[in-house]
Nanobody, 125 residues
Framework: QVQLVEFGGGLVQAGGSLRLSCAASGRLFSVYAMGWFRQAPGKDREFVAATWWIGIDTHYADSVKGRFTISRDNAKNTLYLQMNSLKPEDTAVYFC??????????????????WGQGTQVTVSS
């Protein structure tokens, strides 16, 4: 099993920046991809960004392209999401997720089955 714990949420003004971290532990050899998702009040959970656990490719939702950057530090078993130029509509609970399925699907079609508990990000106008 893989365990995920998110850190770094908080309150920030519009236009500001925030960096989220996700500490991963457990059977990390089974992880193929990692991602960030978010869920705003009254809305469905939506994809934000993804990257391979081993590899350089990244994939972003159109709504965050050019503003958010996903990265990881394999030595620290940590996934990051750098969020710049934040907007009030970015307000949501952000979740870290892991994909442990041994499929050949591209990064944009991975299925994430392991989730962290989430961290709140609030952007004030």
């Amino acid at each position: 099993q893989v365990q995920l714990v998110e850190f770094g949420g908080g309150l920030v003004q519009a236009g500001g920046s925030l960096r989220l971290s996700c500490a991963a532990s457990g059977r990390l050899f089974s992880v193929y991809a990692m991602g960030w998702f978010r869920q705003a009040p009254g809305k469905d959970r939506e994809f934000v960004a993804a990257t391979w656990w081993i590899g350089i490719d990244t994939h972003y939702a159109d709504s965050v392209k050019g503003r958010f950057t996903i990265s990881r530090d394999n030595a620290k078993n940590t996934l990051y999401l750098q969020m710049n130029s934040l907007k009030p509509e970015d307000t949501a609970v952000y979740f870290c997720a892991a994909d442990t399925s041994a499929s050949t699907r591209p990064l944009s079609e991975r299925t994430f089955s392991t989730w962290g508990q989430g961290t709140q990000v609030t952007v004030s106008s």
